[in-house]
C-alpha cells in the first residue's frame, strides 16, 4: 500500500527558509524510474507543480520560483525534502507531496498535504 | 512552459448526465496527459493517465480521450459523489503544467 504524508512548520514569517519533509512507505526511490515530486496549492486556487525527483537523483525544479527551490531524498529513510528560500505571503499554500510511477510523467498518489502560512 | 488551457471554470449537471470537460496545451503533449478529481478539503486523485488509460479503481463512467493539443474527460451518467474540483496535468515537458481546474456540482 503506497501512502505518502507531508510535514511542515506550519506557519513561518517571511524571508524564512520553509523545510518541507516528505515520508513515504510501500514503494522505493531507488526503484528504476521512480519519482517523488511537491505541488502546492494555495487556499481555493489551482495546482502548481514545484519540483520532481528521481531514482537515479536527477532533479527539476519549475523556474518560475527563480532558483529558490532545493528537492533532496533520503532512500534509505523513504523521505524526500523540499527547500524554498526566502518565503514571502504568496508562497502561503497547501504543499503536496506525490509518488510519480516508473518512467512516467505523472503522479498517482498523492500525500494529504500540509498548510503552511507565512505571516509576519 | 506549456500552458494548459482548461474548459468549462464551472459546470453543473444533472444526475445521470453526461459532461466532458476540455484541456488545450499550446503545444503538442503526445498524450502526456492526467486527470484528476479533487474534492473539498482532500487531496487529487488520479482518474485517467497517459490520456485515456483509467486509473485502477476508478469507475468506468470515467474516460479519457484527445491527441495532439486537444483532451477531454468524460463523465458518463454524473454520480452524487462526482461533484468536486477536476484539473489535467501535462508530464510531456518541464516544467509540469496543469489546467486551471473545472468546478462540477449537481443540479
Known amino acids: 500500500q503506497v501512502t505518502l504524508k507531508e510535514s511542515g512548520p506550519g506557519i513561518l514569517q517571511p524571508s524564512q527558509t520553509l523545510s518541507l519533509t516528505c515520508t513515504f512507505s510501500g514503494f522505493s526511490l531507488s526503484t528504476y524510474g521512480m519519482g517523488v515530486g511537491w505541488i502546492r496549492q494555495p487556499s481555493g486556487k489551482g495546482l502548481e507543480w514545484l519540483a520532481n525527483?528521481?531514482?537515479?537523483?536527477?532533479?527539476y525544479y519549475n523556474p518560475s520560483l527563480k532558483n529558490r527551490l532545493t528537492i533532496s531524498k533520503d532512500t534509505s529513510n523513504n523521505q524526500a525534502f523540499l527547500k524554498i528560500t526566502n518565503v514571502d505571503t504568496a508562497d502561503t499554500a497547501t504543499y503536496y507531496c506525490?509518488?510519480?510511477?516508473?518512467?512516467?510523467?505523472?503522479?498517482?498518489?498523492w500525500g494529504q498535504g500540509v498548510m503552511v502560512t507565512v505571516s509576519s | 512552459d506549456i500552458q494548459m488551457t482548461q474548459s468549462p471554470a464551472s459546470l453543473s449537471a444533472s444526475l445521470g448526465e453526461t459532461i466532458s470537460i476540455e484541456c488545450r496545451a499550446s503545444e503538442d503533449i503526445y498524450s502526456n496527459l492526467a486527470w484528476y478529481q479533487q474534492k473539498s478539503g482532500k487531496s487529487p486523485q488520479l482518474l485517467i493517465y497517459a490520456a485515456n488509460r483509467l486509473q485502477d479503481g476508478v469507475p468506468s463512467r470515467f474516460s479519457g480521450s484527445g491527441s495532439g493539443t486537444q483532451y477531454s474527460l468524460k463523465i458518463s451518467g454524473m454520480q452524487p459523489e462526482d461533484e468536486g474540483d477536476y484539473f489535467c496535468l501535462q508530464g510531456s515537458k518541464f516544467p509540469w503544467t496543469f489546467g486551471g481546474g473545472t468546478k462540477l456540482e449537481l443540479k
Open positions: 525527483i528521481w531514482w537515479d537523483d536527477d532533479k
Open positions: 506525490a509518488r510519480s510511477p516508473p518512467l512516467s510523467d505523472y503522479f498517482d498518489y
